[in-house]
């Protein structure tokens, strides 16, 4: 079962402007990732945040995590005509080795030239 | 290096026939996972290996669904007596010891079950 849900389902932007995914998750986790799908194949990973952090920064990626909330944003900014792509947050409940990733729904981004 | 890498692409088949999908994961990873996804939706765990231990098969969603891994390294996913049902993109990853949390993808095999 699907434990993250993920907003907005799918978002259109023009090249330049930021984009925010947000993620809703139930359980408690270890960590909560992003991924990146393009053409509905393989999965990259993006960018891991631990429970016990509450920003991280890659590039031009930006992750907030609020366990309270059980909640996560995604930021890409200055976003690209190739940022377009399906994102994905997963949660891990395991910390430090192999665990089975919980994957959201998924938001669909399109950014026009 | 190589990536981890899955055949066939893309397979096509009648209901009630058997199907088997290779992983080949990244050299020296020791851990691999299979997930599904259907249509338009997010990702499905199936099963997961890690070295030695007993697979978690917490994720199968049927008796008709089984997955091997030789000798730690490639697996096969069998489906026995598919059904429409089953078609769906079916994803495998691996993870090394080292960075056991980030997980590796293949391109996925494509499955249609007509």
Known sequence: SQQGEEDPQALSIQEGENATMNCSYKTSINNLQWYRQNSGRGLVHLILIRSNEREKHSGRLRVTLDTSKKSSSLLITASRAADTASYFCATDKVSGTASKLTFGTGTRLQVTL | GAGVSQSPSNKVTEKGKDVELRCDPISGHTALYWYRQSLGQGLEFLIY??????PDKSG???????????GGSVSTLTIQRTQQEDSAVYLCASSSNRDGETQYFGPGTRLLVL
Not at chain 2, 49 to 54: C, I, K, R, T, V
Not at chain 2, 60 to 70: H, N, Y
């Open chain 2, 49 to 54: 290996f890690q070295g030695n231990s007993a």
């Open chain 2, 60 to 70: 199968l969603p049927s008796d008709r669904f089984s997955a091997e891994r030789t």
